[in-house]
């Protein structure tokens, strides 16, 4: 599979844990000519339109560019018949007409970025909206008929208890959705949280907390119904991102806008993340990526999926024997990380919380 990621670098407020390249756009004339610069680099890989079965569109804040400007963008996607076209959402910059124009151009998968259902823990992250954006925002995908969406949620929050955690879970069940992304706040330079950290006003959560809260996500979602296939992600009737998946599986995906990767033709190319630049010639690098490097990216990723990955085929493709390669590999199948099951490697349930300790095997 091939996918197409977009990325929309503006958002209407900055989140205090964020790291993502992003900025408040000075006017509406800022993001007008990003987007005209955006389209452009996106033509210029118009012989991959008919190969692409994934599109991405992610931020930032995609969801903040008006009818107009979605239009725009939107409608220079049109040649591509993508199976999966998801586009983030944040609760308080959707409108209904907002969702009619996704329905219009073919989008079929949202991805609603809620974080929490604790008022008070949203706005300890800085997030901007409420419960009800999310109700309601959720109620009109459905009557418009998106059956595919996802939404984000974070835990380790600061601050945040087993009962805070216990009730987002419960409120996922309420929603009726298919697909569920949850992340730990990591603590990450260049974000507020991090300056607060530097001044000893942010403390972060402690690892056993952590690891109890992810264990507490990973048995609620099962409950559920939800199956549990990658580290962060959970997914009803197999609604699994198929445009994550390409990253999971080392597939090739075309990287636009503002600070985006993609690896496509063998080489990992990397754009501009400064706006004056990217405006002028959008990519900063592109890689060719070693056997090696591939070799390693490919377990990294393979294994966080819950699936793992197939020891018959990756020795195939690589001409290798893993083992041979990775001899301390056995040090983490015998302090029970990973195993091997039916062909294939994967991390164990405890492998799943450290997993770091198995990935520095290949690095
Ligand atoms: S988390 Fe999303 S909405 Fe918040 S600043 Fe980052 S990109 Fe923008």
């Not at 018949?81 to 609760?91: A, G, L, R």
């Not at 992600?233 to 445009?243: D, I, P």
């Not at 590999?329 to 091997?340: P, R, S, T, Y």
Request: hydrophobic residues 35%.
């Amino acid at each position: 599979m091939k996918g197409l990621y977009v990325h929309i670098p503006f958002c209407e407020y900055i989140c205090h844990y964020c790291d993502f390249v992003k900025r408040v756009p000075k006017n509406k004339e800022m993001i007008d000519v990003y987007l005209k610069a955006l389209v452009e680099e996106i033509n210029t890989y118009k012989t991959h339109f008919d190969t692409i079965e994934t599109i991405y569109i992610g931020g930032g804040t995609p969801s903040m560019l008006d009818d107009e400007q979605l239009s725009f963008l939107l409608g220079s996607l049109v040649d591509i018949h993508p199976k999966e076209y998801t586009i983030e959402v944040n609760p308080e910059s959707y409108s209904e007409e907002k969702g009619l124009i996704f329905k219009k151009f073919g989008v079929n998968r949202i991805s609603l970025g809620v974080q929490t259902f604790n008022q008070q823990l949203l706005h300890y992250l800085n997030r901007g909206h409420t419960n009800e954006h999310v109700f309601n925002v959720i109620d009109h995908l459905k009557s418009i008929g998106f059956e595919n969406i996802s939404i984000d949620l974070i835990y380790a929050i600061p601050k945040q208890t087993i009962a805070d955690l216990e009730h987002d879970l419960d409120m996922i069940q309420k929603l009726e959705i298919k697909h569920v992304s949850c992340y730990s706040l990591i603590l990450e330079e260049k974000t507020y949280f991090y300056h607060q950290y530097i001044r000893g006003n942010f403390e972060q959560v402690d690892q056993d907390l952590e690891a109890t809260m992810y264990k507490m996500v990973i048995d609620s979602l099962k409950t559920q119904g939800f199956e549990h296939y990658e580290i962060s992600n959970f997914a009803k009737e197999k609604k699994y991102s198929l445009h994550n998946m390409i990253y999971w599986t080392l597939g090739e995906y075309i990287g636009c806008g503002l600070g985006a990767h993609g690896f496509i033709d063998g080489s990992r190319t990397y754009n501009e993340s400064s706006l004056p630049k990217y405006l002028d010639h959008f990519l900063k690098e592109k890689t060719y990526q070693e056997h090696s490097v591939l070799l390693q990216d490919e377990l990294i990723f393979g294994l966080r999926k819950i699936s793992g990955v197939n020891i018959n085929d990756l020795e195939d493709k690589y001409s290798i024997k893993l083992m041979d390669v990775y001899p301390k590999l056995q040090e983490k199948i015998d302090i029970g990380l990973v195993h091997i099951e039916d062909g294939f490697l994967k991390l164990t349930e405890k492998g799943l919380f450290l997993g770091n300790q198995v990935f520095m095997v290949f690095i």
